[in-house]
């Protein structure tokens, strides 16, 4: 317990953005890493638990599972254990809370392991979860993940109607706050900063976080909603080039024509 409340401390003070709004974040201590590698299902290395940050008032939390069935969440502090997953696919994690007549929603979704459940994680997306929410259009390939210099499109929704002409922003710990707004449509494109430091070759990089918030005022009620996931670096422009990619592909398939064409010689002579 000593150990949770001082990785709870630490992880309140170090993200170092997301400022007043609440989101999802996951909580990387002991026991949360503990309970994923017992579960299964959770990639190597990560945590069953996840923290809401500035998590106040009457506040609820929720998992909609890949088949859109709903299992509550219950608050230890601001933080929530996951269950061992029995389905595998995308999950979809829900908080919101009432302060002061101000809405607060955020949502964050995983992938995990488990028996297929066979429903398109559109069908999630689609699904109404806040009354303010940004929806991923499309959600990434549960074995894609978000990278840095690439652009994504969002939707954001208000009563499941889009929003237009409304400013999302983005953060991340590294770089400051860039604003993007929708269109007439509801959809903003984002392009993830890749502000990573001391990049090495390969995918074993952790990844970092980034947040977008969503703000809308309607009949004296402030909503606020966000969306949090991982993001990680580019590979095209740390360890790997697209000409030098070219070059070597194209080595290599000058190379094989010669192997062969001297295999297909060496046989007519034999």
């Known amino acids: 317990m000593k150990n949770l409340l001082l990785a709870l401390v630490l992880g309140t003070s170090l993200w170092g953005y997301g400022e007043g709004v609440l989101y999802w974040t996951p909580h990387g201590c002991d026991t949360g890493k503990a ?3 017992a579960h299964g299902g959770h990639g190597k290395g990560e945590s069953a638990m996840f923290a809401a940050m500035n ?8 998992l909609v599972l890949p088949d859109l069935s709903l ?6 502090q601001n933080t929530v254990m996951l269950p061992a997953p029995k389905l595998g696919g995308y999950y979809a994690m829900v908080a919101e809370s009432n302060v002061s007549g101000n809405v607060y929603g955020a949502i964050r979704y995983l992938s995990l392991f488990g028996r297929p459940a066979k429903v398109s994680p559109t069908k999630l997306t689609a699904l109404p979860k806040t009354v303010l929410e940004i929806v991923p259009d499309p959600l990434h390939r549960e074995h894609d993940r978000y990278t840095g210099s690439k652009t994504y499109r969002f939707v954001a929704l208000f009563k499941g109607k889009p929003l237009p002409n ?13 604003t993007y707004e929708s269109g007439s449509d509801g959809t903003a494109e984002v392009t993830l900063p890749d502000d990573f430091e001391n990049v090495k070759p390969g995918r074993g990089n952790k990844p970092s976080e980034f947040l977008l918030t969503l703000r809308h ?9 966000t969306f949090s996931m991982p993001y990680s670096p580019n590979p095209n422009n740390h360890w790997q080039s697209l000409e030098w990619g070219t070059a070597a592909a194209a080595t290599g398939f000058l190379a094989g024509l010669f192997f062969y064409r001297r295999s297909r010689k060496g046989g007519h002579n034999g």
């Open 71 to 76: 299992k509550e969440l219950r608050f230890n």
């Open 55 to 62: 998590l106040e008032g009457n506040a609820t939390a929720r």
């Open 35 to 37: 309970a994923a590698a």
């Open 217 to 225: 005022e309607e009949g004296g009620i402030r909503y606020v909603t």
């Open 166 to 178: 409304t400013p999302l922003v983005l953060e991340t710990s590294r770089s400051g706050a860039k």
